[in-house]
């Protein structure tokens, strides 16, 4: 499978980053078709290996986490103890043979492992060289850690999300952590090319505090702007009505008809008159009215079934969207009909993933690795590296690759 | 400014894109370089010009949205009625011309302009044609159009994210959208790379279902594994207990302490000698205890400012993050610090903008131009891809470039 043509054929990616920003863009960078190899501490591995569960639920998955299992195909596992000097000379001999390298320790930690920028360039002068943080590289902040949760709640992402006038409440997914990762796959895609048409390397980086700020962006320009600060409303939205989740006799739906046009089809579709009154036929109309409109609208809804409410009003181009359960949108077929659910097996067991987050159908993703287990390719990445035997031999006496493998291999 | 060294010097874009996730993804493209032809329909433009504010704010905005102006820097904008055989014949002719073409029309419309990918392919075969859809390009709902709230409805989105036992709430931006933008910009710059390394252009493409599976991936993995469907839990989390918004005395902060030592720090840091009872004392009496655990911290928090705690709690390495509204967050220093913060003119305004969301040291971004007025760069763009100025004539007067533009060069 490794033959078949693909985007990043041929490119070593050293991945020392750990639980979720990270190796969501490595798993990228993978599934496109780079080799990559992932660095793990001995022993522990990658925390993302049982975070996110509880030890009954961790014994249920058989030791590994759905999350590390979503976030890691397609690499391969080493270890590599950086608390000795063994496993920081063999970090090193190894960056000097990658194309990227990726990590997401504290600022400074690279570099006193001995595998900062400038130690790796030295050997390897058209290395990319990634660093992803919580607050950046510079400023007041800059040696803070903090994770999805402290960036939504510092970027003013929880401030926008929730009930009018009641607590915030968190986006439900690690939002800012994994567009932070898309972040980091196209910092590294454009040094790439850049260095694929002049030959130089660089320093890439990206933040999760980069990445909230994205994802807020149009918030703060309009705050700049005028000072207008947003506040939360529900499902709701201040631009038009009906905009938000409306119940239905086993759930609910999202309902948005913007303009004039669009709600008389909504009116006719859902065949209750009393909607059609004159309050309800301008938008400013709809907005004056908004609570007296959403309770009308509601007691209608509440009278049919999601699926009766989609069909009804897609067939006349209302928008409107079922709330699905999380199992009701992992199963839903569409998304595997478009090539979005990956089944491969992983130690045995049948795992299902969702894909790539794009297509390229010119060189298409494909799995060629499951998940790897901790240190399973440690052997294979150094020997297919160029270090001999006894260079590994030595290594591996020397604690390099942590005393468990030291033990392992006596 | 356009001949500092930046990594899509002399990379053309062609971008039919409206609103908000291929704009979000072409102005990442042109802060790198590339120069981006923004194709508007004469006299309306993109609807991302009105879009997200009311008529008055409009007004008061200077006849454009807030997140037009933070999404559409870096770029240039030609009108083209794609409704005249003129407009069509113009487009094509532009596109043979270009490396990129995005687009986020409906499934099949590029095709019935005569824009499609085999059109522009026959005379440009290198080309990178990519496709942004709602549901993608196959399956029973790849004709349906959505936006980031249905997808939010859809993905299982809004099912995590809200609070216990009421009603889902959205997630308060377009993450869906923006998520999207990262991915096209992956994708993009992908194909560029396998481009650059064979000579071989591609159709590649995301979607809004795509980009939600993608944040919700590891969820929709636990589901599949054992049947899991998480529900949400306001700020908290299943896992560990502190994990969510505290009040303070003057607004909020995420305390988190998912270990033992760190909870004892904690404690310690906040000098409440009650919080060091046996039950809080493992991770297990925390989670068996929390709603006991939650008042009794709410309790200690609630007499502090936001500052204190952070300072407090900061200073022994407990994650702790203050909630900050919108306009908190965009003139915290820490993000201007970074370089987060982009300031530049538009129509004699001065605008202030969230920055690429990524840096590349080595060929660093740069607002080279601000959001561009509707058809602005028509003639520019036109005469420098080696349109004849009689040609040009002849196009406006056969509605190429719309009727209000044809009017005003009679």
Redesign the interface.
Known sequence: MRDQKK??KGIKVLDFSRIFAGPAATQ?LGD?GADVIKVEEPARGDEARY????DA?LQ??GGVS??F???NRNKRSITLDLGSPAGRKAALAIAAKCDVVVHNFRLGAMEKFGIGYEHIKALNPGVIFCEFTS????????H????D???????????????PN??????????ID???S??????I??????R??TG????????L???S???????????????T??K????????SVP???FPSSDG???I?APNDEMWQRCVKALGEPSLGRAEFATVLGRLDNRAMLVEALSAVTRTMTSRELVERL?AV?V????????????D???????G?VLEFEQDGRP?????N???????PAAVDLPPPDLGAHTDEVLRELGFADAEMTALREQGAFGKAQAKKSA
């Open positions: 985007a990043l990228v496109l975070l996110g569960v509880t639920e249920k998955f759905p999350s299992l979503a976030l607050y950046g590289k510079q400023g007041p902040m800059s803070i850690g903090a994770n949760l402290g960036l939504q709640a510092h970027s003013g992402l929880l401030s926008v999300t929730g009930e009641r607590p915030p409440v968190r986006v439900g997914t690690a939002a994994l567009h932070g898309l972040a980091l796959v196209s910092a895609l454009a040094a790439l090319f850049h694929e048409r130089e390397g660089q320093i890439v980086e990206t933040s505090l980069m990445s700020a994205h994802l807020l962006s149009y918030f703060y320009t309009e705050y700049w702007m005028d000072g600060v947003r939360p409303m529900g499902t709701a939205n201040h631009l905009n938000q989740v609910g739906v999202v948005i897609g181009k928008n409107v969207s079922k709330v699905n359960t999380v199992g009701e949108a992992a839903d077929p569409q998304l595997a009909a478009i979005g795992i299902k993933a969702v894909a987050p794009f297509n390229l159908f010119g060189t």
